[in-house]
């Protein structure tokens, strides 16, 4: 009888501007570390995005706005290593520093919403993603997995149940059941923009921290 394989120490990571931190990207994190029983669950505010406009706010504002958000959450934390780095912001490079870090034997996972997904073959050695990390593969309103194309064969040849997260550190695209609620940061910053309130699509110590700083006024 084959002895039961190691569970690992799981860790995922949720990239992005955070332009600003909104309420579906604290509770996607939030249900992401519930559901998969992960050990750490970091939100990692992006420097310079490769494949979108430069964010309206700072490195230094939105690091600050995802520490106040967060900071009575212990479930989640805050990596600020891609704000230290003055380049643009490629997640195989983000991947291959943690991994340095961690070493080869954590289940390490990448979190991507559908949007970018569909994109996923215009990003900086993506085919070489999974010798690093899994991809959680999370989907959004109005997107729909590829049914052709170089991401619907990734997917078909990587797709793995979620207790591949367990049992081995990398290598899987999983999809878990979860969907990020449907709220824009780039509305919020248009209401924002417009002398409108924002209050209620994010945490109050936010929206208090966007009026007080005249953020994307």
């Known amino acids: 009888m084959a002895a ?3 569970v690992l120490r799981k860790e ?3 990239g992005g501007t955070f332009d600003p931190i909104h309420n579906g990207h604290l509770r996607l994190a939030l249900e992401l570390q519930h559901a998969l029983q992960l050990d750490r669950m970091s939100l990692m505010p992006c420097h310079r995005p490769v494949h979108r406009d430069n964010p309206g706010a700072s490195a230094q504002a939105r690091a600050e ?3 106040l958000a967060i900071a009575d959450c212990p479930q989640l934390e805050l990596d600020e290593r891609e704000l230290r780095q003055d380049r643009p912001s490629y997640t195989f490079d983000t991947l291959q520093d943690i991994r340095g870090e961690i070493g080869p034997d954590v289940s390490l996972s990448w979190v991507v919403g559908m949007d970018a997904f569909i994109h996923l073959s215009s990003w900086h050695r993506w085919q070489e993603l999974l010798d690093l990390a899994h991809l959680i593969v999370i989907g959004r309103p109005g997107y729909r997995l590829p049914e052709q194309g170089a991401e619907a064969e990734f997917l078909q040849t990587h ?5 591949a997260l367990d049992t081995t550190p990398q290598g899987a695209i999983v999809l878990p059941a979860l969907s990020m609620l449907d709220i824009s940061a780039t ?3 248009q209401q924002l923009a ?3 309130s924002p209050r209620y699509l994010l945490p109050d110590n936010i929206c ?5 700083n005249r953020l994307y006024r």
């Open 4 to 6: 039961p394989q190691k």
């Open 12 to 14: 995922a990571i949720l």
């Open 65 to 67: 706005m995802v520490r």
């Open 159 to 163: 797709r793995a149940p979620l207790a």
């Open 187 to 189: 509305a919020i910053r």
């Open 194 to 196: 417009q002398g409108l």
């Open 208 to 212: 208090d921290y966007l009026v007080d």
